[in-house]
């Protein structure tokens, strides 16, 4: 299993971002996915999950109305929209799925808020 997050960077408060996580090395249209992130010093926190054919989605109250989840099954890749950011949304931010009982993760794309 392989997850490769993109699409971080440096954005203003209010700015928009949007996340993308490649994924490859299991059939990526039978799994649930979701998005984590973990700011300095604090505990990764789930953000949202979308189910295999994304009819489901789920957010964290923090997020809700905010961000959006979403995938592509025929191009293996789960995003994250994120709109009116806060300075507090900044954090490392990873995709997540467990195949056959593993977690995976990937490695993180950052995100900065700031001015």
């Known amino acids: 299993v392989q997850l490769v997050e993109s699409g971080g960077g440096l954005v203003q408060p209010g700015g928009s971002l949007k996340l993308s996580c490649a994924a490859s090395?299991?059939?990526?249209?039978?799994?649930?996915m979701a998005w984590y992130r973990q700011a300095p010093g604090k505990e990764r926190e789930w953000l949202a999950d979308i189910s295999s054919g994304s009819s489901i989605t789920n957010y964290a109250n923090d997020v809700k109305g905010r961000f959006t989840i979403s995938r592509d099954n025929a191009k293996n890749t789960v995003y994250l929209q994120m709109n009116s950011l806060r300075p507090q949304d900044t954090a490392v931010y990873y995709c997540?799925?467990?195949?056959?009982?593993?977690?995976?993760w990937g490695q993180g794309t950052q995100v900065t808020v700031s001015s």
């Open positions: 090395g299991f059939t990526f249209s039978s799994y649930p």
């Open positions: 997540y799925v467990v195949v056959l009982g593993r977690r995976n």
